[in-house]
């Protein structure tokens, strides 16, 4: 009996001893921690494509606002910003006189990237001459061109640009000021007025309208080939040669049915569905500019004069098909 009672306290004897013991490394510890944290803190150490770049506490925030960046579309005209290596993050200890530099490091990362605009530019024949910033305000100049009876109207036309390379964006009303060309008023033989370049259409004069939608010229040019009977066939548009790249627009507004390379000799093509069984083929193109199912303006821009296809020359193919049968173009343009 004397046996175990002694044990038992030598028991609590070596318990007591432990636990003092261990009170004395648990504030050595603190104590350690205390002097290291007067001394030392916890940072990022941040590398881009393996480059030391800086430090940052909080690299949680600081790849948001990075993230945010990346992701700012459509503001201040940005289509989109490519960045191809994001920044790495190692966690270190370091002495506290050791700064931060989150903004730049931030400044550093859009450096790296790339950013890409989306405006329109007004196109006169193949030329940019004014840029602005929306669709809207590209096709309210249009349409104000058009209202306005400019004799250059069809010449005139808008495309989507994307670049990296930013322009100086002008105003609405100064572009159309720059651009109108005031109608000439002749009187004809016949008593009717007629503007240059555009015919009044008043209720003595023939429309140039099918069935009830009126047509604009796409292009300026040379007509090479008419309608009709043509190498033991019939050619079933009209030829209007020009330079590769001038602008083709619209002649009515409507939704593009067909975008891409044509398999019967039109190469890349562009059809175009009016509304009222009236429909619009541009062929030979060396560059699209619209795709299936979108719905263009009068006077748009939807693709670029080429000779791809059975083709001799740069030149645009045009037809107007009523119903799905191929009309005389002359009938309603290029008289």
Not at 271 to 288: F, R
Request: aromatic residues 10%; charged residues 20%; contains cysteine.
């Amino acid at each position: 009996m004397f046996n175990i009672l002694r044990n038992i306290k030598n028991l609590f004897v070596h318990i007591r001893s432990s636990l003092k013991f261990a009170f004395l490394i648990i504030v050595a510890i603190i104590i350690i921690i205390g002097i290291i944290s007067l001394v030392y803190k916890p940072m990022y150490s941040v590398t881009l494509n393996g480059e030391f770049i800086g430090y940052t506490t909080n690299k949680s925030e600081l790849q948001k606002r990075i993230n945010e960046y990346i992701e700012n579309e459509n503001e201040n005209n940005i289509a989109f910003i490519d960045i191809q290596n994001l920044p790495e993050y190692s966690l270190c200890l370091l002495k506290k006189e050791n700064k931060t530099n989150d903004d730049e490091i931030f400044e550093l990362v859009k450096n790296s990237g790339t950013t890409y605009y989306e405006y329109y530019a007004i196109v006169q024949k193949t030329e940019e001459k004014y840029y602005v910033s929306t669709k809207e305000e590209a096709e309210a100049i249009i349409d104000k061109l058009k209202e306005k009876k400019s004799t250059n109207i069809n010449d005139i036309a808008y495309t989507q640009i994307h670049s990296t390379e930013l322009k100086e964006f002008s105003d609405k009303d100064s572009v159309v000021t720059a651009l109108y060309v005031k109608p000439k008023v002749v009187v004809a033989s016949n008593g009717y007025s007629t503007y240059y370049g555009q015919k009044i259409v008043t209720s003595a004069t023939p429309s140039t309208a099918v069935q009830g939608i009126g047509l604009i010229q796409p292009v300026s040019g040379i007509i090479t080939s008419r309608y009709g009977p043509r190498w033991g066939s019939t050619h079933k548009g009209l030829d209007i040669a020009s330079s590769t790249g001038t602008t083709i627009a619209a002649a009515a507004g409507g939704t593009v049915t067909f975008s891409g390379w044509d398999t019967y000799g039109l190469g890349y093509a562009v059809k175009i569905n009016h509304g009222n069984g009236v429909e619009t083929v541009y062929g030979h193109c060396s560059k699209l500019y619209v795709k299936v199912g979108q719905t263009v303006s009068q006077g748009e821009a939807i693709a670029a004069m080429g000779s791809t296809g059975n083709s001799t020359g740069p030149h645009l193919h045009l037809e107007i098909r009523l119903n799905g049968v191929a009309q005389n173009p002359q009938l309603y343009l290029y008289k």
